[in-house]
């Protein structure tokens, strides 16, 4: 069985672009999670998208956004990016009950870095 | 709100000997999930163990096992007879219901051979 696969692996943009990083998730999993991991702040949730509704929403302002498709293929969008916006933004797909209560299984995630 | 405090922002041992991870939870749900997750250098984080809040038995798997005590709130990690393999960050985690999962800072490893 495939792993969770993201696209691209690295992304350098400019301050004020935005960004869209993609996640494919394992076959069969209906749930895809987004984190944000920075040294100083560690793993922090994004959102949750389950049957391509968002589930569940982390503390980012709304220049953080994502989607699901009916694949369970899932995008995140950033825009207007900032400096701080640097980080190694990680997937994670699980079974249908969830994060909360599976197993999660993450992708090797994306690089950005904004300059 | 939920909270994992990781107090060991890193640790060093020797290999063979054994270490444990700390982990304190907070999470005002009756039921909930604990997790433990491992970070090699590679970066792609792995999953080690789940266990449920009615769930206090303690487990073993190989040379790691986990000590879940809900009256002090902790769900520690052992690992027995360090291999230099074990060198990672180590994160633990928490989740209630269909609620976000929130993670800890995480504890750095490192086994010297």
């Known amino acids: 069985k495939a792993g969770v696969t993201q696209t691209p692996r690295y992304l350098i943009k400019t301050r004020g672009q935005q960004v869209t990083l993609s996640c494919s998730p394992i076959?069969?999993?209906?749930?895809v999670s987004w984190y944000q991991q920075t040294p100083g702040q560690g793993l922090q949730f994004l959102f949750e998208?389950?049957?391509?509704?968002?589930?569940n929403k982390g503390n980012f302002p709304g220049r953080f956004s994502g989607r699901q498709f009916s694949n369970s293929r899932s995008e995140m969008n950033v825009s207007t990016l900032e400096l701080g916006d640097s980080a190694l933004y990680l997937c994670?797909?699980?079974?249908?009950?969830?994060?909360?209560?599976?197993?999660?299984?993450f992708g090797p995630g994306t690089r950005l870095t904004v300059l | 709100a939920q909270k994992v405090t990781q107090a060991q922002t890193e640790i060093s041992v020797v290999e063979k000997e054994d270490v444990t991870l700390d982990c304190v939870y907070e999470?005002?749900?009756?039921?909930?999930?604990l997790f433990w997750y491992k970070q090699p250098p590679s970066g792609e984080l792995v999953f080690l163990i789940r266990?449920?809040?009615?769930?206090?038995q303690n487990e073993i798997s190989g040379r790691y096992s986990w000590n879940f005590q809900k009256s002090t709130s902790s769900f520690n990690f052992t690992i027995t007879a360090s291999q230099v393999v074990d060198s990672a960050v180590y994160f633990c985690?928490?989740?209630?219901?269909?609620?976000?999962?929130?993670f800890g800072t995480g504890t750095k490893l490192q086994v010297i051979p």
């Open positions: 266990r449920n809040s009615f769930d206090e």
């Open positions: 998208y389950f049957s391509e509704t968002q589930r």
């Open positions: 076959s069969g999993h209906r749930s």
């Open positions: 985690a928490v989740s209630g219901g269909y609620q976000k999962v929130t």
């Open positions: 994670a797909s699980s079974l249908a009950g969830g994060a909360a209560s599976n197993e999660q299984f």
């Open positions: 999470t005002r749900d009756t039921t909930y999930y």
